[in-house]
C-alpha cells in the first residue's frame, strides 16, 4: 500500500478522533455550567417540543441504521457481538420513537402521554443501548449462524413488546412524583454504570479492535455517560440539561453507526479490496513467472488443442501465439512422430500422472520452419470448469546436446590435431574386429611412429613440435580412405585402422603411399625439415584376436622399423616376440650385471701407421654371465640404451678405465685409453661430473683419458654438447668422433666442437681395396679431419693391403684384427711391454 493510500485511509479516523475529543471537552464544560445556578434554566416549550421530536427521531433513524447495517452482512459466520447489537438497536430505535410519540405536549399516543409513559421509554432504550455496548465489548469474536440471530432478533421485540407494555399501561408506577425517587435514581445509575464498565473494558481490551473502532466506540460510551449525567442532573422537561441529554445520546448514536458501519461494511470492503490486489498482483506475478520461465509450458486440453502458450515456447518453436491458441498440440510434433504422439496423449489423458523431465528419452519438436528441436518434457494435470487439462513444461536440450557432444568430442578427440584418441580408436577397433569377423574379412592396424621427432622439438621448440604433429596428422588423413580410421596415440604416435580389405598385400599399398607422404619435408613456421616415419604393421585376425594383443604387436613391428633403420615398414612376425622376450631377461640380467660388476674391461690397441707402435686403446666393454655364457655388445648395448642401463654402465667403465690408466702409469707404461659413451649418457649421465670424480678417485691422468663419441650424440643438442666438450678439454681429456661419415654432422657445428682425433667406420674400410666410392670418401674425410688438424685412425683393419691403401690416403693410425683383437688388461700390458717391430717383423719399421 502507497503512502497517498494510508494516507486517505487514515484521514477518517483522524477527522472522527477530533470531532470526539472535541464533543467530550465541550460536554465536560456544559456539565459544569448546568451545575452551577447560573446555567440552570428552561427552555421555551414551543422550542424544545420540535427540538426533541427532531432530535429524537433522529437517534431512533441512527438506530435503525445500526440494526439494519449488522443485520445485513453477507459473511454467514458474522460476529455474534454484532449481530446482539444489532438486534439490539432495533428495540433502542422504536423505543425512542415511542419515547419521542410519548413526550408531553405531544399528542397522546395510544394511550395518554405522562412523564411517566416517557421516562419508561427512554429508561428501557438507555438500558437496551447500555447492555447491547456491553456485550459486544464482553465478546467480540464469538460466532453465530442464522438461527441465534433470529433468537436475538426474537428476544430484542419481546423486550419492546415488555417495555411498550408497561410504558402504554402501567406508567404510574413511574410517575412525575416519584422520578426523583431513590428507585428511578438506581435505574439511571444502573445504565451509567454499565457504560462505565463498557467504557473501563475498552480500555484494557483496545488491541483486540481496530483503531477506528476502538476510538469510535470509545466516545460512543462517553458520551452515553454524558447524556446520562445531564439527564441526572436536571431531568425536568424543557430544561438545558434535558436537552444536552438528548443530543449526546444522538451524538453516541452516531458515533456507534460508524463503528458498527466500519465493522459491517467497511472492513469488509477494504479487506476485499485487497484481497482482489493481493490476488491481482499474485496474478501479475504468475504471468510474470510464466513469461520468464527459462522453459516452455503449455497447457493442453483433453482434445489436444492448446489453450496457453508463454513466450518461451514462442521463442522455441517460433510460432506467434496467435497461431498457437487453439491449434491441435500435433502441430509442434514431426511429421514422422504425429501419429503415434496423439496414441500417447490420449492413454495419458485416460490415466493422467505426473511426469518428471528425463535426459533419457530423445524427445524433439517441429519448429516452425521444419526443423527439428531437441526437448525434454514434463507433464502435470489439473481440473478446471473445460474438463482436465495438461500442463507441459518443455526444455529445449540444443545447448545441452552441443555440450554433451563438445565433451563427447573432447574425451574421445586428441586437443592438438582433431583426430581420434586411444579411447575411441580402441572402441573402433572393437567394432572393426566384430565386423571383420562376421564377414570373414582381414582388417589392419598400422602403427607409425615420427622419427627424429624428439631432436626437431627439442631443437625448435614445442610449438613447432605441435604444428609438425598436426601437419602429419593431414597427411594421414589425405592418404587414408574414408571408411579407416587415423589416430594419435599419443607423443609423436599415431594409430592407422584399415578395414574391409580383401587381401594381406593391401596394406602394403596402403604403408608405401604413407611412406612417400613422409618422405617430402614438413614447412613448420619458417623451417623446412624432414620427418620420416617407422610403421608397425599387424593384420587381424592372423597377429592377433583382441586389442591389446593388437597394438601390443603393432608397437613391437613399429619398434623394430626404427631399430633397422627408420623411415620403413616392418610386418608383426612372431621372431620379433621372441625377440622381446629375450631382451626382457637380458634387461633383467643387466640389472643384476650392474649391481654384481658382471662387467670386464678388454683394450683393443690402436697402432700408428708411421711407426708401426701401440699409440694407445680402446676399452671395450664385455660381459660374461654364468647362464648366457659371453654376451655381444651388439646384444646387451641397445638393450641397456633402451633401459637407461646405459648410464651406470658407462659410468662404471669411465671408472675401470682410469684405474687402468693408473695401474699402467704406475709400471712405467703410460698408454692413452680411449671409452666409448652412449648418446644417453653422454646428454642424461651428468658426464663432466662422472670424469671428475673418476679422474679423483684413480689418480689417473687426464691426458690419458679419451672419450669418444658418435655424430648423433653431439648433433643431439650441439650446444649442450659444445660446453661438455670444452669442460672435458679444461681437464686435459682428449676427444674422439667414433664412426665418422655414418651420421648428419655439419660442418659449421664441427667446427665449434673441441675435438682432438676422428675415427673412419669401419664400413668405409671393408672395401677400400677395390671399391672407387670408398677410397674416394676416406680419402675425403681424411682430408677433412686434417683440416681441422685432426688425427685420423681407421677401424676394423684385417688384412696388410687395408692397412697399406689407409696408409697411402693419409690415415695416422689403424686398429682392428690385423694387430689384435681386444684382448684382458693384463694381456694387453705385455703387450705394452713387448717389442711391436720385432713380434710382427713389419717391413720399414723403425726401432
Known amino acids: 500500500m502507497s503512502g497517498h493510500e494510508a494516507g486517505k485511509r487514515a484521514a477518517p479516523a483522524g477527522d472522527m478522533h477530533v470531532a470526539g475529543v472535541a464533543f467530550l471537552v465541550l460536554a465536560a464544560a456544559l456539565l459544569i455550567w448546568q451545575a452551577v445556578p447560573a446555567g440552570r434554566f428552561a427552555l421555551d416549550t414551543a422550542f424544545f417540543l420540535p427540538f426533541h421530536i427532531v432530535v429524537e427521531m433522529f437517534a431512533a433513524v441512527v438506530a435503525a441504521m445500526v440494526f439494519i447495517t449488522g443485520w445485513h452482512i453477507h459473511d454467514k459466520k458474522r460476529p455474534a457481538a454484532s449481530m446482539v447489537l444489532a438486534c439490539a438497536f432495533l428495540a433502542v430505535a422504536v423505543l425512542d420513537f415511542l419515547h419521542a410519540m410519548s413526550y408531553p405536549g405531544m399528542a397522546d399516543f395510544i394511550t395518554r402521554n405522562t412523564p411517566g409513559k416517557a421516562t419508561v421509554f427512554w429508561l428501557a432504550a438507555q438500558y437496551a443501548a447500555a447492555f447491547a455496548l456491553l456485550a459486544f465489548v464482553l465478546m467480540p469474536y464469538r460466532r453465530m449462524g442464522d438461527a441465534p440471530r433470529r433468537g436475538w432478533l426474537a428476544a430484542s421485540l419481546l423486550y419492546v413488546l415488555l417495555a411498550g407494555y408497561v410504558g402504554m399501561w402501567h406508567a404510574d408506577w413511574l410517575t412525575d412524583s416519584v422520578r426523583g425517587a431513590p428507585f428511578t435514581a438506581a435505574l439511571e445509575a444502573g445504565a451509567a454504570a454499565a457504560n462505565l464498565v463498557t467504557l473501563g473494558l475498552l480500555l484494557w481490551r483496545r488491541h483486540e479492535f481496530n483503531r477506528l473502532c476502538h476510538h469510535a466506540l470509545i466516545y460512543a460510551v462517553a458520551f452515553l455517560l454524558a447524556s446520562e449525567a445531564f439527564f441526572m442532573l436536571h431531568p425536568q422537561a424543557a430544561s438545558m440539561a434535558n436537552a444536552l441529554s438528548h443530543v449526546y445520546k444522538a451524538l453516541a448514536y452516531l458515533f456507534l453507526y460508524r463503528a458498527i458501519f466500519h465493522n459491517s461494511v467497511l472492513a469488509p470492503i477494504e479487506r476485499f479490496r485487497r484481497a482482489r490486489a493481493e490476488m491481482a498482483e499474485i496474478e501479475r506475478r504468475h504471468r510474470e513467472l510464466l513469461e520468464t520461465a527459462p522453459d516452455a509450458i503449455m497447457v493442453v486440453d483433453a482434445q489436444g488443442h492448446i489453450q496457453m502458450v508463454n513466450g518461451r515456447l514462442e521463442q522455441m518453436f517460433g510460432y506467434a501465439r496467435t497461431e498457437l491458441l487453439g491449434q491441435k498440440m500435433e502441430m509442434l510434433v514431426p511429421d514422422r512422430h504425429r501419429a503415434q504422439h496423439h496414441v500417447h496423449r490420449q492413454n495419458f489423458i485416460q490415466a493422467p500422472s505426473v511426469r518428471a523431465m528425463t535426459s533419457k528419452l530423445d524427445l524433439v519438436g517441429r519448429h516452425k520452419n521444419g526443423s527439428e528441436v531437441p526437448v525434454d518434457i514434463a507433464l502435470s494435470t489439473f481440473q478446471s470448469d473445460a474438463g482436465i487439462q495438461v500442463t507441459a513444461f518443455i526444455r529445449d536440450m540444443s545447448e545441452r546436446r552441443r555440450m554433451e557432444a563438445d565433451f563427447l568430442h573432447q574425451a574421445t578427440h586428441d586437443a592438438l590435431t582433431g583426430l581420434p584418441n586411444r579411447t575411441l580408436f580402441q572402441d573402433r577397433l572393437v567394432q572393426t574386429m566384430i565386423q571383420a569377423r562376421r564377414h570373414d574379412r582381414l582388417m589392419a592396424l598400422i602403427m607409425l611412429g615420427l622419427d627424429n621427432f624428439k631432436v626437431i622439438n627439442d631443437g625448435l621448440g614445442h610449438h613447432y613440435g605441435d604444428l609438425l604433429l598436426t601437419e602429419a596428422a593431414h597427411r594421414l588423413t589425405a592418404v587414408l580412405r574414408p571408411d579407416d580410421t587415423v589416430a594419435r596415440l599419443g607423443g609423436d604416435e599415431f594409430a592407422l585402422l584399415l578395414n574391409d580389405l580383401g587381401h594381406v598385400e593391401d596394406v602394403g599399398q596402403v604403408a608405401d603411399k604413407v611412406l612417400q607422404a613422409f618422405s617430402r619435408p614438413f614447412r613448420v613456421g619458417d623451417n623446412e625439415v624432414f620427418a620420416s616415419a617407422s610403421l608397425g604393421v599387424t593384420v587381424f585376425p592372423v597377429d592377433g584376436g583382441d586389442v591389446t594383443t593388437l597394438l601390443r604387436n603393432a608397437g613391437v613391428a613399429m619398434n623394430r622399423a626404427k631399430a633397422e633403420g627408420r623411415g620403413c615398414m616392418r610386418l608383426y612376425t612372431q621372431d620379433l616376440n621372441t625377440l622381446i622376450r629375450e631382451n626382457l631377461l637380458l634387461q633383467t640380467c643387466l640389472r643384476r650385471a650392474v649391481e654384481e660388476g658382471q662387467f670386464q674391461l678388454h ?242 719399421a723403425g726401432g
Not at 609 to 634: D, F, K, Q, T, Y
Request: aromatic letters at 6%; one cysteine or more; glycine letters at 10%.
Open 603 to 844: 683394450y683393443q690397441p690402436q697402432i700408428e701407421m708411421a711407426s708401426h707402435r701401440i699409440c694407445g686403446v680402446e676399452a671395450l666393454l664385455r660381459w660374461s654371465h654364468e647362464e648366457l655364457g659371453e654376451v655381444s655388445p651388439a646384444r646387451f648395448i641397445p638393450v641397456a640404451e633402451a633401459s637407461g642401463l646405459i648410464v651406470p654402465i658407462g659410468t662404471w667403465a669411465i671408472h675401470a678405465a682410469c684405474r687402468q690408466i693408473k695401474a699402467w702409469q704406475d709400471a712405467g707404461l703410460p698408454t692413452k685409453v680411449a671409452v666409448n659413451l652412449s648418446a644417453h649418457q653422454f646428454r642424461h649421465g651428468n658426464l663432466v661430473g662422472v670424469v671428475k670424480a673418476a679422474l679423483a678417485e684413480s689418480g689417473a691422468s687426464p691426458g690419458l683419458l679419451e672419450l669418444e663419441l658418435t655424430e648423433s650424440a653431439l648433433m643431439g643438442e650441439p650446444m649442450a654438447a659444445a660446453q661438455a666438450l670444452e669442460e672435458l678439454e679444461e681437464l686435459g681429456v682428449t676427444i674422439a668422433i667414433d664412426d665418422f661419415g655414418t651420421g648428419y654432422s655439419s660442418l659449421a657445428y664441427l667446427k665449434m666442437f673441441s675435438l682432438h682425433k676422428l675415427k673412419i667406420d669401419r664400413s668405409f674400410v671393408k672395401d677400400v681395396t677395390h671399391d672407387a666410392d670408398d677410397v674416394a670418401i676416406v680419402r675425403g674425410l681424411v682430408g677433412l679431419a686434417h683440416s681441422l688438424e685432426l688425427r685420423v685412425i681407421a677401424e676394423g683393419v684385417e688384412t696388410e693391403a687395408q692397412r697399406a691403401v689407409l696408409a697411402g690416403l693419409g690415415c695416422n693410425g689403424f686398429q682392428g684384427w690385423l694387430y689384435s683383437r681386444a684382448v684382458p688388461g693384463e694381456e694387453c700390458g705385455r703387450m705394452l711391454a713387448g717389442e711391436v717391430r720385432a713380434r710382427y717383423g713389419w717391413p720399414g
